[in-house]
C-alpha cells in the first residue's frame, strides 16, 4: 500500500469550535472509509485534503504535497461534495462536459457520455437538472468528479437518496474503481453502508480518531468489554449450568425456551467450552452466533465510552 495522503497531528479549529483534535492517519491506495456521526469532523478532512481550508496546526499532504493552493494537486482529486453544486438550468450531459471542458480534455462530449452511462444515467436525457431526483443528481456529480480520471475520488455521503438498487450499483462502481487502482475516500454516517464498502476504517468522534482498521481489527482491539453472543440449544439451563461451573463465561442470561445470551471475553475459549457443555449435558447445540459483531456496535461502545 501507498500512502496518497497524510495527516499529521492536525487541528482544525473555527474560532472556539474545535473540529478536529491533533488527528494523524494516512490513506492508501484502494478504499478508505472515514466513519462518524454529523459534527465528528468527517467534512473538514474532506475540505483539508481538497485544500478548501488549511489546518490550525499540524502538516496535511495529498499525493506529497500541500494541497492548499496546489493546482497540481487538485487536478489530481475528484470530489463528489455532500452539498448540491449544480447548475440547476443545464441536462447532466451539459453540466459534465463542462466539467470536462474546464479540465481541458479534448473532446468533453464523448466524455460527458462515457461517465453518464458508467452512472448509469442516460447522457441523452435533455431535461434539466433541476427535474432530476436527488439520487439522479448524486450521480451526476459523480460523473463529474470522474470526468478528468483522477487518481484519488474523495466522496461526501455519496449514497444520500439513492434507492437500494443504486446503493449497489454505486458501491460497486466504487470497488471497481478502488480495483483500478484509484484511492476512493468516503465519507458516511450511515453503518451499513460502510460495512458493505469492505474497506479500511477510519473512526472519528468528537474531532478525534478514536479507530482505525477493517471491522474485525477494530473489535477484536476492544478487549476492555465481553464480546456478546446468541446460543440457542435443546437444553439451554443445562448447558448455562455447565458454563458457568467451567467458568467459560462472564455472564449467562436464559430467555425463552431455547435461547442463551452470553457475555464471555474469550471467545475462542468460550467455543470451545460450549461443545463440551452440550455434549456433557446431552443437549443438542443448534446456534452460536454474535450479537454485537455489526458496525453499529462497535461504533456506539467506541463513541459513548468515557475518554
Same mark, same amino acid.
Given at each position: 500500500?501507498?500512502?496518497?495522503?497524510?495527516?499529521?497531528?492536525?487541528?482544525?479549529?473555527?474560532?472556539?469550535?474545535?473540529?478536529?483534535?491533533?488527528?494523524?492517519?494516512?490513506?492508501?491506495?484502494?478504499?478508505?472509509?472515514?466513519?462518524?456521526?454529523?459534527?465528528?469532523?468527517?467534512?473538514?478532512?474532506?475540505?483539508?485534503?481538497?485544500?478548501?481550508?488549511?489546518?490550525?496546526?499540524?502538516? &496535511?499532504?495529498?499525493?506529497?504535497?500541500?494541497? *492548499?493552493?496546489? #493546482?497540481?494537486?487538485?487536478?489530481?482529486?475528484?470530489?463528489?461534495?455532500?452539498?448540491?453544486?449544480?447548475?440547476?438550468?443545464?441536462?447532466?450531459?451539459?453540466?459534465?462536459?463542462?466539467?470536462?471542458?474546464?479540465?481541458?480534455?479534448?473532446?468533453?462530449?464523448?466524455?460527458?457520455?462515457?461517465? %453518464?452511462? *458508467?452512472?448509469?444515467?442516460?447522457?441523452?436525457?435533455? !431535461?434539466?437538472?433541476?427535474?432530476?431526483?436527488?439520487?439522479?443528481?448524486?450521480? #451526476?456529480?459523480?460523473?463529474?468528479?470522474?470526468?478528468?480520471?483522477?487518481?484519488?475520488?474523495?466522496?461526501?455521503?455519496?449514497?444520500?437518496?439513492?434507492?437500494?438498487?443504486?446503493?449497489?450499483?454505486?458501491?460497486?462502481?466504487?470497488?471497481?474503481?478502488?480495483?483500478?487502482?484509484?484511492?476512493?475516500?468516503?465519507?458516511?454516517?450511515?453503518?451499513?453502508? #460502510?460495512?458493505?464498502?469492505?474497506? *479500511?476504517?477510519?473512526?472519528?468522534?468528537?474531532? !478525534?480518531?478514536?479507530?482505525?482498521?477493517?471491522?474485525?481489527?477494530?473489535?477484536?482491539?476492544?478487549?476492555?468489554?465481553?464480546?456478546?453472543?446468541? #446460543?440457542?440449544?435443546?437444553?439451554? !439451563?443445562? &448447558?448455562?449450568? !455447565?458454563?458457568?461451573?467451567?467458568?467459560?463465561?462472564?455472564?449467562?442470561?436464559?430467555?425463552?425456551?431455547?435461547?442463551?445470551?452470553?457475555?464471555?471475553?474469550?471467545?475462542?475459549?468460550?467455543?470451545?467450552?460450549?461443545? &463440551?457443555?452440550?455434549?456433557?449435558?446431552?443437549?443438542?447445540? %443448534?446456534?452460536?452466533?454474535? *450479537?454485537?459483531?455489526?458496525?453499529?456496535?462497535?461504533?456506539?461502545?467506541?463513541?459513548?465510552?468515557?475518554?
Amino acid at each position: 500500500m501507498t500512502a496518497v495522503a497524510h495527516l499529521e497531528e492536525v487541528t482544525k479549529a473555527f474560532g472556539d469550535v474545535v473540529a478536529l483534535s491533533a488527528v494523524t492517519f494516512s490513506v492508501e491506495d484502494g478504499m478508505t472509509a472515514l466513519l462518524g456521526p454529523n459534527g465528528a469532523g468527517k467534512s473538514t478532512i474532506i475540505r483539508l485534503l481538497t485544500g478548501l481550508t488549511g489546518p490550525t496546526s499540524g502538516t &496535511v499532504e495529498v499525493f506529497g504535497h500541500d494541497p *492548499r493552493g496546489n #493546482v497540481d494537486v487538485a487536478a489530481s482529486v475528484g470530489l463528489v461534495p455532500q452539498q448540491e453544486a449544480l447548475f440547476a438550468p443545464l441536462s447532466a450531459h451539459d453540466f459534465v462536459a463542462t466539467a470536462a471542458e474546464l479540465h481541458g480534455l479534448s473532446d468533453p462530449g464523448a466524455r460527458a457520455t462515457a461517465l %453518464l452511462h *458508467r452512472v448509469d444515467l442516460d447522457p441523452t436525457d435533455r !431535461r434539466p437538472l433541476k427535474t432530476y431526483s436527488k439520487g439522479m443528481r448524486q450521480r #451526476v456529480k459523480l460523473a463529474q468528479a470522474l470526468v478528468h480520471d483522477p487518481p484519488m475520488l474523495i466522496t461526501d455521503e455519496p449514497l444520500n437518496g439513492l434507492d437500494p438498487r443504486q446503493r449497489l450499483r454505486i458501491i460497486e462502481l466504487f470497488r471497481s474503481l478502488a480495483a483500478e487502482g484509484r484511492t476512493v475516500l468516503v465519507s458516511s454516517h450511515v453503518l451499513d453502508e #460502510v460495512e458493505r464498502f469492505g474497506s *479500511r476504517i477510519l473512526l472519528f468522534a468528537r474531532g !478525534r480518531l478514536v479507530a482505525e482498521g477493517d471491522f474485525h481489527a477494530i473489535r477484536d482491539a476492544l478487549d476492555d468489554r465481553p464480546r456478546q453472543l446468541r #446460543v440457542r440449544t435443546s437444553a439451554p !439451563r443445562a &448447558v448455562a449450568s !455447565r458454563l458457568l461451573a467451567a467458568d467459560a463465561v462472564d455472564g449467562v442470561t436464559v430467555v425463552g425456551n431455547d435461547v442463551l445470551e452470553i457475555l464471555t471475553s474469550d471467545v475462542t475459549a468460550f467455543r470451545a467450552a460450549v461443545a &463440551v457443555a452440550a455434549r456433557d449435558a446431552d443437549a443438542h447445540l %443448534l446456534e452460536v452466533s454474535p *450479537r454485537d459483531e455489526s458496525l453499529e456496535a462497535v461504533f456506539r461502545y467506541l463513541v459513548e465510552r468515557p475518554r
